[in-house]
């Protein structure tokens, strides 16, 4: 099984709301990642919970704070955000962090997200 | 820094055709290597990569790409192209050693044409 499950598949937030997003994987992956994609462009890494502790923050506003509960659940919080934050979000999970050759990347389907 | 080209951000092939997507990373050090597709409205699967073992890699839905270190590419291949391929592509690359993150590329775009 090889199955990272996002909900919600989309959503539709205005700029005052607090929302979450959540990721689930089930492969005893222990690093997940939040990337952002917008129309026509690659993924953009933000985070990467290594063993559940944050390793990488690329720099991302604090209106978005991610949470890893567990070693299979990661969320990602969205407070105050501005309509330009409207994009796919996805969510990916690794064997082991970034950097080894088992670090292949199995992404779930995204949570597509508009900010009014 | 590592970084990959991808050749062509739009590619046309007709059902049946060859389907040839470019991919160039530059790194003194050979990496590792990724393909993944991206259907509309979906999440990344992976189609195929390379971890420094055989330099010819197979992948699911009849796709290959070869590892050329003397041309630093690693080109993605597909010898008689099916409606459904039609997607966009990403190459993807890891620096080997150390934790760094993934690099994707810009990106192609394949239109198959009945």
């Known amino acids: 099984d090889t199955e990272v499950t996002q909900t919600p598949k989309h959503l539709v937030m205005g700029m005052t709301n607090k929302k979450s997003l959540k990721c689930e994987q089930h492969m005893g992956h222990r690093a997940m990642y939040w990337y952002k994609q917008k129309a026509k462009k690659p993924p953009e890494l933000m985070f990467v919970y290594s063993y559940e502790k944050l390793s990488i923050n690329e720099s991302v506003p604090s209106r978005f704070s991610p949470e890893c509960p567990n070693s299979s659940l990661l969320n990602l919080h969205l407070h105050a955000l501005q309509p330009e934050d409207s994009a796919l979000y996805l969510c990916?999970?690794?064997?082991?962090?970034?950097?080894?050759?088992?670090?292949?990347?199995?992404f779930g389907p995204g949570t597509r997200l508009l900010v009014l | 820094a590592q970084s990959v080209t991808q050749l062509g951000s739009h590619v046309s092939v007709s059902e049946g055709a060859l389907v040839l997507l470019r991919c160039n990373y530059s790194s003194s050090v050979p990496p590792y290597l990724f393909w993944y597709v991206q259907y509309p409205n979906q999440g990344l699967q992976l189609l195929l990569k390379?971890?420094?073992?055989?330099?010819l890699v197979k992948g699911i839905n009849g796709f290959e790409a070869e590892f050329k270190k003397s041309e630093t590419s690693f080109h993605l291949t597909k010898p008689s192209a099916h409606m459904s391929d039609a997607a966009e592509y990403f190459c993807?690359?890891?620096?080997?050693?150390?934790?760094?993150?993934?690099?994707f590329g810009t990106g192609t775009k394949l239109q198959v044409i009945p």
């Open positions: 390379y971890t420094s073992a055989a330099t």
């Open positions: 993807a690359v890891i620096p080997s050693g150390g934790y760094q993150k993934v690099t």
């Open positions: 990916a999970s690794s064997a082991s962090p970034p950097g080894t050759a088992l670090e292949t990347q199995y």
